[in-house]
Each structure stands twice: as structure tokens, then as C-alpha cells.
């Protein structure tokens, strides 16, 4: 397993402004990955983040709301930039500790835009 | 296009008896499903999993079975216990265990 530890775990944001989140883990991971949770809805996966090359971005997300950075095998960061009230969600980090592993996620970070 | 469906929001059970959760899914290239149960201010937390070459695996109390015909897969929690309630979610992927697609949860309230 991993322990995974994400800041903020809540911030309230003003729309327009830029909010980082981090995600730090125990210990070098092969995958990382980042989700959201709309009020009321699925988790959905946002983006793989690659270490050392920029992030892989499912449908719908794009780098330049979404920037990502992976610097190391234990770190990762999600920038929710421009924020609009719609961005308000949970948003989780997770990892894959090793090769067909399963997923161990972050307590998440819960972000309001008002 | 919901991909994993939880058709149902909500599901209340009595202490000690069977606990169903039910999750039906459409793509025919997963081949990796997930349980995850998830209490109010925390991540989720990963419970059992079962890949497509099988049509059941057990841990404990729960037991996850596979239905790949019918695209069906079912999270059974035998006996139930108040420290059960939880969202569950069930996820399934086809390329990384940690690329996920996720139902929409159900929500687990057992009775003492």
C-alpha cells in the first residue's frame, strides 16, 4: 500500500483565482493519477501524471485549466486555474503503487468557488 | 455515456444480514473491476477486485461475482455490519488498474 497526503484538504477560492494542490506519497510510485467528484456525482479521471513529461488528459480536461505537474516519483500537483463556481469539487489524487496494482487514493481536497 | 452504471442510489440492510450491491457496465474491453467504499471526508478505499478471467473472488465478508455475458458485476457483504455504511463504488478498467471509470455509488446503510 501507499499513504498518500494531499493539501489543501479544503479551500474556499474566489472565482477568477488559481488554487495548487499537492499530493506527496510514502514512497516512488509508477502511476499517478488525478480525479474529481462534481457535487452529486461519479469520480472521473482528469489526467495520468507523467513523471517528467507532461500529463496525459482524458476527454473533456485540458492542460491549460488542468495544468499538471510530476517532478518525481512522490509528488504531483493539480493547478485549477481561471476557477468558476462550476469547478467547485472534490478533487482526489491517486496511485498505483506498482504495475497492476490497485489504485490507493488521497483523502481529497474539497474546493468551493464562489 | 455511462460506461459503469449503479442503477441503484441507496440500499438499507439489517445487522447481520446480506448486503447486495449491484454494478453493470458497457464496455467489453475492461477486464479489471473494483469495489471502493468511501465515508464522508476521505478518499476511497479500495476493497476487492476481480479480473475478467474470473466470475468470483472472496475476502472475508465480501465476496465480488462476474457476470461477463451479462456484463454484470455484484459486491456481496455477508454478515452486514453498522461499521459497513459507506458510498460504494464500483470501477472497472482496461488498460492501468489506476485508470478508473467509476459508477455513481450506492449508498450502504445497515441497521444495528
Known amino acids: 500500500s501507499a499513504v498518500i497526503s494531499q493539501k489543501p484538504s479544503r479551500d474556499i477560492c474566489q472565482r477568477g483565482t488559481s488554487l495548487t494542490i499537492q499530493c506527496q506519497v510514502d514512497?516512488?510510485?509508477?502511476?499517478m493519477f488525478w480525479y474529481r467528484q462534481q457535487p452529486g456525482q461519479s469520480l472521473t479521471l482528469i489526467a495520468t501524471a507523467n513523471q517528467g513529461s507532461e500529463a496525459t488528459y482524458e476527454s473533456g480536461f485540458v492542460i491549460d485549466k488542468f495544468p499538471i505537474s510530476r517532478p518525481n516519483l512522490t509528488f504531483s500537483t493539480l493547478t485549477v486555474s481561471n476557477m468558476s463556481p462550476e469547478d467547485s469539487s472534490i478533487y482526489l489524487c491517486?496511485?498505483?503503487?506498482?504495475?497492476?496494482?490497485?489504485?490507493?487514493f488521497g483523502q481529497g481536497t474539497r474546493l468551493t468557488v464562489v | 455515456d455511462q460506461q459503469v452504471k449503479q442503477n441503484s442510489p441507496s440500499l438499507s440492510v439489517q445487522e447481520g444480514r446480506i448486503s447486495i450491491l449491484n454494478c453493470d457496465y458497457t464496455?467489453?474491453?475492461?477486464?479489471?473491476f473494483l469495489w471502493y467504499k468511501k465515508y464522508p471526508a476521505e478518499g476511497p478505499t479500495f476493497l476487492i477486485s476481480i479480473s475478467s478471467i474470473k466470475d468470483k473472488n472472496e475476502d472475508g465478508r465480501f465476496t465480488v461475482f462476474l457476470n461477463k455475458s451479462a456484463k454484470h458485476l455484484s459486491l456481496h457483504i455477508v454478515p452486514s455490519q453498522p461499521g459497513d455504511s459507506a458510498v460504494y463504488f464500483c470501477a472497472a478498467s482496461g488498460t492501468s488498474y489506476g485508470k478508473l471509470t467509476f459508477g455513481q455509488g450506492t449508498i450502504l446503510t445497515v441497521h444495528p
Open positions: 514512497s516512488q510510485v509508477t502511476m
Open positions: 491517486s496511485v498505483e503503487p506498482l504495475v497492476d496494482t490497485e489504485a490507493f
Open positions: 464496455n467489453s474491453m475492461f477486464d479489471y
